[in-house]
Nanobody, 111 residues
Framework: VPLVQSGGGLVEPGGSLGLSCTAS????????ATWYRQAPGKGRELVAT????????NYGDFVKGRFTITRDNEKNMVFLQMNRLQFEDTAVYYC?????WGQGTQVPVSS
């Protein structure tokens, strides 16, 4: 499986959570890596993306400084650290690298 996600789980509003995505079987460092999410009843939206070589980043407007995307090209991993989570962040989160997608991770934000 080219991309395997881990992390996730129930979190209270205001809490933090980290997601990771591990790549295998292809040259991870060649590609930008992106986190998307899909909330119930809504379309998929971009959360954050990080470039391959420069590690430049871009975030969805709703992130507002709460999330951080990083990558480790030696370990073939991309991470998403999410802080100050809100009810509206409840979604299934997916990593995408090149032509590959992770399996998705549920992130329910609930009190």
């Amino acid at each position: 499986v080219p991309l395997v996600q881990s992390g996730g789980g129930l979190v209270e509003p205001g809490g933090s959570l980290g997601l990771s995505c591990t790549a295998s079987g292809f040259t991870f460092s060649r590609y930008a890596a992106t986190w998307y999410r899909q909330a119930p009843g809504k379309g998929r939206e971009l959360v954050a993306t990080i470039a391959s070589a420069t590690s430049g980043t871009n975030y969805g407007d709703f992130v507002k400084g709460r999330f951080t995307i990083t990558r480790d090209n030696e370990k073939n991993m991309v991470f998403l650290q999410m802080n100050r989570l809100q009810f509206e962040d409840t979604a299934v989160y997916y990593c995408q690298v090149g032509p590959y997608w992770g399996q998705g991770t549920q992130v329910p934000v609930s009190s």
